[in-house]
Nanobody
Framework: QVQLVESGGGSVQAGGSLRLSCVVSGYSISSRCMGWFRQAPGLEREGVATIDSYGKTRYADSVKGRFTISQDNAKNILYLQMNSLKPEDTAMFYC?????????????????WGQGTQVTVSS
């Protein structure tokens, strides 16, 4: 059974930074799609950043140049460095473990999720 535990969320002012972490147990993250998704109240869960088994990354247009996804395969941890945060980034952020090794963008390809970590950005 794959388990994911996110941490690192919090409340920051606009322009601030946070680093989210997702500790994965039960399977190696290096062989599957991994992704960060977010969901604001009343909205659907949307992709923020994904990384495939080749290390290829993809970002939502709204976060390009501000967020960086990375992973430590030895520790089985996924990260999301978030800089220049904006109020519109406020959401619950979820880490997902995919059932594919490439083409990682669709949230429907992620059978395992963490419990989420809240990010709140004030203006």
């Amino acid at each position: 059974q794959v388990q994911l535990v996110e941490s690192g969320g919090g409340s920051v002012q606009a322009g601030g930074s946070l680093r989210l972490s997702c500790v994965v147990s039960g399977y190696s993250i290096s062989s599957r799609c991994m992704g960060w998704f977010r969901q604001a109240p009343g909205l659907e869960r949307e992709g923020v950043a994904t990384i495939d088994s080749y290390g290829k990354t993809r970002y939502a247009d709204s976060v390009k140049g501000r967020f960086t996804i990375s992973q430590d395969n030895a520790k089985n941890i996924l990260y999301l460095q978030m800089n220049s945060l904006k109020p519109e980034d406020t959401a619950m952020f979820y880490c997902g473990f995919g059932n594919r090794w490439r083409d990682c963008w669709s949230r429907y390809e992620y059978p395992y999720w963490g419990q989420g970590t809240q990010v709140t950005v004030s203006s």
